[in-house]
């Protein structure tokens, strides 16, 4: 399974982003993975963002994130988003999108991780 992020840039905060991760390679088994989102700032340990069961009957987030972010998914287009509301210059990193199979995992049980799509929240 090949997973591309895209959706990053530069926004003021207060400011909305949309980021996308599109799975290729796994044909109707997209629908089968658990997908997470993680963030990490150089220097600083990968953390957890948001994660989405594989029919989006569930979902999970980070603290931090909550109420302003939100993650889905579309299986038939084999894409899970992640919608950013409310930005602060504290959720600059990079962002990076993973499938793994199962429910409540550490980011090191993630099987597959996309190449990640920079974040930069300006104050």
């Known amino acids: 399974v090949q997973l591309q992020a895209s959706g990053g840039g530069l926004v003021q905060a207060g400011g909305s982003l949309r980021l996308s991760c599109a799975a290729s390679?796994?044909?109707?088994?997209?629908?089968?993975?658990?997908m997470g989102w993680f963030r990490q700032v150089p220097g600083n340990e990968r953390e957890f963002v948001a994660a989405?069961?594989?029919?989006?009957?569930?979902?999970d987030y980070d603290d931090s994130v909550k109420g302003r972010f939100t993650i889905s998914r579309d299986n038939a287009k084999n894409t899970v988003y992640l919608q950013m509301n409310s930005l602060k210059p504290e959720d600059t990193a990079v962002y990076y999108c993973?499938?793994?199979?199962?429910?409540?995992?550490?980011?090191?049980?993630?099987?597959?991780w996309g190449q990640g799509t920079l974040v930069t929240v300006s104050s």
């Open positions: 390679g796994s044909g109707r088994t997209f629908s089968m993975y658990t």
């Open positions: 989405i069961s594989w029919s989006a009957g569930r979902t």
């Open positions: 993973a499938a793994a199979r199962g429910w409540d995992l550490k980011d090191y049980q993630y099987t597959y």
